[in-house]
């Protein structure tokens, strides 16, 4: 069987996510070969998760951290009975 | 992200409950990352966020006997900042149009994806450049919210699938089906504008996983 362009974007997330069943991974190879349009969505689709993943697109607020932990600090110089 | 050590975690946990106080915020900051962004991807606001944060490490300490080890330390904890979200979303609700739950995963798989011909890889040294990271975090953060909190769970904390769907208290197929979505709106939205990104000598990316 030869699938189509949609049936691929379908399965991109999966794909990417390598949860597509073995035959069906074949069948999007294959069609990846040979079409240009879905390897360039294949590979900007994936570069786009990469991306996302990097620490430098979210950045916490400078002094969270330890904004947080003097709030703990706080919180464990309580007495015992008040903490629950 | 910073890789769950469910025997550290537990002893932690052991010795917290015990007596050793201090060692809480050993215990919490693997999770505190997460939990930021996670309430941030719910209340859109930094304050908010941050003090949702507190609230929530707060509450987490104030039960952790009460931790039970079914499931991952950070899932249990991200499950409170998420409940803690949701309160104070229903607090300030009238200043929110969107109902929490309106968006389904009823709707069709169907779209299109941004044509291109080719694609050249985006370094990740280009973050250095300040407008790539705008550009990522505003098509994110313009994203659905159900389809956000999957994102920023999966894709940018990097929890697993079933993380994900138990922090969220939905079905896997659902995290899937959800990020499969996102992704795909992302895509569109970002491809044509990363394409800018690239580096201009030859290097295409590489094979398929």
Redo the contacts between chains.
């Keep these: 069987m030869r699938i189509d362009c949609k049936h691929v974007w379908q399965h991109i997330s999966a794909y990417i996510e390598n949860d597509v069943d073995p035959q069906l991974r074949a069948e999007i190879d294959r069609h990846l070969e040979t079409c240009e349009i879905c390897s360039a969505v294949l590979d900007s689709t994936r570069n786009v998760v990469i991306l996302m993943a990097d620490d430098r697109v979210f950045e916490l607020p400078r002094g969270y951290s330890e904004r947080l932990h003097a709030r703990i600090d706080r919180e464990l110089e309580k007495p015992p009975d008040r903490n629950i | 992200?910073t890789i769950p050590n469910p025997e550290f975690e537990a002893d932690c946990i052991r010795r917290i409950l015990a007596g050793e106080?201090?060692l809480?915020?050993e215990l919490?900051?693997p999770c505190?990352?997460s939990i930021?962004?996670l309430l941030f991807s719910v209340l859109k606001n930094?304050t908010e966020a941050?003090d949702v944060?507190?609230e929530t490490?707060?509450k987490v300490?104030?039960n952790l006997d009460k931790f039970r080890g079914e499931s991952q330390f950070r899932t249990w904890v991200l499950s409170i900042a998420r409940n803690e979200a949701l309160g104070r979303l229903r607090k300030i609700s009238n200043r929110r149009e969107d109902s929490l739950e309106a968006d389904t995963d009823e709707q069709t798989?169907?779209?299109?994806?941004?044509?291109?011909?080719?694609?050249r890889?985006?370094p990740?040294e280009a973050?250095?450049k300040k407008e790539?990271?705008n550009l990522?975090?505003k098509a994110?953060e313009g994203l659905p919210e159900i389809y956000r909190n999957v994102?920023l769970l999966r894709?940018?904390e990097?929890l697993d699938?079933r993380e994900t769907a138990a922090v969220l208290k939905i079905s896997e197929a659902s995290v899937?089906v959800r990020?499969?979505r996102a992704?795909?709106l992302?895509?569109r939205d970002?491809?044509p504008q990363?394409k800018g990104f690239a580096p201009s000598k030859r290097r295409w990316?590489g094979g398929?996983?």
């Design positions: 992200m106080k201090h809480f915020h919490i900051r505190e990352r930021y962004f930094e941050e944060a507190q490490v707060i300490y104030q798989g169907d779209y299109t994806p941004a044509i291109l011909t080719s694609w890889e985006i990740t973050l250095e790539l990271g990522l975090r994110i994102v894709d940018i990097e699938i899937k990020l499969h992704r795909a992302l895509q970002l491809a990363l990316f398929r996983a």
